[in-house]
């Protein structure tokens, strides 16, 4: 199996599939929600580091999103069941909206 040499930031990713930055978090929180060693976390001397993904973790968001843009409530039930704040909530919503 060959060797992860390239990742892309959490913020490269939101900007690259065109998703919402916030959206992307809060998928990507739990990290059951992409396939094992695909979301790599960067130490980069900061609290908070960085939060990357392989290419397959990549594709892994996109097909949950997908999946989850398929269920009765959509988004916006995802992330009622994740308990986000309703301004979270909207803020993301509205950004599905112009999509």
Not at 71 to 94: H, N, T, Y
Request: net charge negative.
């Amino acid at each position: 199996m060959a060797r992860v040499t390239h990742v892309h930031t959490i913020d490269e990713v939101a900007r690259r599939i065109g998703e919402n930055l916030e959206l992307i978090e809060i998928v990507s929180a739990n990290s059951d929600n992409i396939d094992y060693g695909e979301m790599i976390w960067v130490d980069d001397g900061t609290e908070e580091g960085i939060k990357t993904f392989t290419d397959r973790g990549i594709e892994c968001l996109q097909e949950l999103l997908a999946d989850i843009r398929t269920w009765k409530g959509g988004i916006r039930e995802f992330l009622r069941d994740e308990q986000c704040d309703p301004k979270v909530i909207e803020s993301i919503m509205a950004d599905e909206k112009n999509c």
